[in-house]
């Protein structure tokens, strides 16, 4: 008996053991507050990102000039029975600065005529596209070398008297010519050209043709790189 009142007695003076690992009620609060308190690393980074990037289009140049025009299109062209017919019309540029000095251009462009002093007619439809080349260039004047390819519908007699025929076969054009800068936005463009077309010859087989063009425009700045 008195062994069990001595083991109760050490038992209840017997301080009681805190496990190392665990910290107290108090600390643990204090880190939880200090946790949510701290944004995560992430969080942080993402807050730092500049907001242009996420709204930047990425398969748009950082140098990008878009300009378009209308003017006046004149082509010499070869034709069976005919030798060479003067042909007149208009053509539409587009042009796409992509740098300094390269660019791409599309036009399309119609001429039409009357043919063997008649009523008989002839005209040209050409649709073409290829890279601009701009060799030199002065505060108000550029030049440019160009090379075109697309398509182009030629239709005619072939004859005096005969019915007219067309072909619409594939074309390709060379040349250059010169940018004049009227204003900001306004720009006067002209050139000469080369043109490969295909037509009927005298004996009704279809035949290439060398035909060389005139062209003057008026162009309109669209948009202009901020670079400017």
């Not at 944004?39 to 730092?48: D, F, L």
């Not at 440019?144 to 019915?163: D, E, F, N």
């Amino acid at each position: 008996m008195k062994v069990l009142v001595c083991l109760l007695v050490w038992f209840a003076v017997m301080p009681i053991g805190v496990d190392a690992q665990t910290a107290p009620p108090a600390q643990q609060a204090q880190k939880t507050s200090d946790e949510q308190a701290k944004p995560s690393t992430k969080a942080n980074h993402k807050e730092r990102m500049p907001i242009y990037t996420a709204h930047r289009f990425p398969l748009v140049p950082v140098w990008l000039d878009i300009r378009a025009g209308i003017g006046y299109s004149y082509t010499n062209l070869e034709m069976p029975s005919a030798g060479r017919v003067n042909l007149s019309g208009a053509e539409v540029p587009l042009i796409a600065d992509v740098a300094p000095s390269f660019g791409i251009t599309a036009e399309a462009s119609y001429v039409a005529s009357n043919v063997f002093n008649s009523s008989a007619h002839a005209d040209v439809l050409s649709y073409l596209i290829g890279p601009t080349l701009y060799l030199l260039e002065t505060r108000r004047l550029r030049f440019y070398a160009q090379g075109l390819v697309g398509g182009a519908r030629v239709a005619g007699p072939i004859t005096v008297a005969g019915p007219s025929y067309f072909v619409n076969r594939l074309s390709w054009a060379a040349g250059g010519g010169a940018e004049y800068r009227l204003s900001h936005g306004l720009l006067w463009r002209s050139g000469m050209l080369y043109q490969k077309t295909n037509f009927f010859g005298s004996s009704l087989g279809i035949e290439p043709q060398n035909d060389f063009r005139f062209v003057s425009s008026i162009v309109f700045l669209l948009r202009e790189h901020p670079h400017h």
